[in-house]
Antibody, heavy 121, light 109 residues
Framework: QVQLVESGGGVVQPGRSLRLSCAAS????????MHWVRQTPDKGLEWVAV????????YYTDSVRGRFAISTDSSKTTLYLQMSSLRTDDTAVYYC??????????????WGQGTLVTVSS | EIVLTQSPATLSLSPGERATLSCRAS??????LAWYQQKPGQAPRLVIF???KRATGIPPRFSGSGSGTDFTLTISSLEPADFAVYYC???????????FGQGTKLEIK
């Protein structure tokens, strides 16, 4: 079954760290560029980070650059998001998503179910 | 920074009617735009990519069009399953970054 399953969300205090995981199955993980996208009721959908299929290209949205790190473990077909120095405005549902189009064009064809991260004291 | 503005914010229509959703970019960066459908408690689902191509499993009543800064998602004859929130997405600039519109809620009238 082709799917992405996130885990690792929870409640964390401001300034602390958290690592999200996204386990991929049913497709050749190494062939796809992968993204993290987050969603809040106030700000809607916000793209967070991307890692190219071969790991050579990594980009972040401005608000998380220097605090978050995206990575993959091909042997485990898992995508990660290491989040540090968390702020209250990082509170969101975090989705991992598969890039279907390529060439850095928009179009994510497979999404996980999302994992909720709440940053609160 | 590119901003995507979707209109209307809410669209109230009846099954069988035609829906036209708009997405306007603050500047033209890429001719390629994607549309997503999201239902409560679910992840977004890709509907259209590359402005006018239907994603796998999307019925032909969904169509996309546009260029430059103005894009449209059209649903020719609404089915009950089509009522949801729709988001547009575009790449913003190089290096690769992406923006989403704020969404249009398509509700049953």
């Amino acid at each position: 079954q082709v799917q992405l399953v996130e885990s690792g969300g929870g409640v964390v205090q401001p300034g602390r760290s958290l690592r999200l995981s996204c386990a991929a199955s049913g497709f050749t993980f190494n062939n796809y560029t992968m993204h993290w996208v987050r969603q809040t009721p106030d700000k809607g959908l916000e793209w967070v980070a991307v890692i190219s299929y071969d790991g050579t290209n990594i980009y972040y949205t401005d608000s998380v650059r220097g605090r978050f790190a995206i990575s993959t473990d091909s042997s485990k077909t898992t995508l990660y998001l290491q989040m540090s120095s968390l702020r209250t405005d990082d509170t969101a549902v975090y989705y991992c998503a598969r890039d279907s189009v390529g060439l850095w064009l928009p179009g994510f064809d497979l999404w996980g179910q999302g994992t909720l991260v709440t940053v609160s004291s | 920074e590119i901003v995507l503005t979707q209109s209307p914010a809410t669209l109230s229509l009846s099954p069988g009617e035609r829906a036209t959703l708009s997405c306007r970019a603050s500047q033209s960066v890429s001719s390629s735009l994607a549309w997503y459908q999201q239902k409560p408690g679910q992840a977004p689902r890709l509907v259209i990519f590359d402005t006018s191509k239907r994603a796998t499993g999307i019925p032909p009543r969904f169509s996309g069009s546009g260029s430059g800064t103005d894009f449209t998602l059209t649903i020719s004859s609404l089915e009950p399953a089509d009522f949801a929130v729709y988001y547009c997405q575009q790449r913003t600039n190089w290096p690769a970054m992406y923006a989403f519109g704020q969404g249009t809620k398509l509700e049953i009238k």
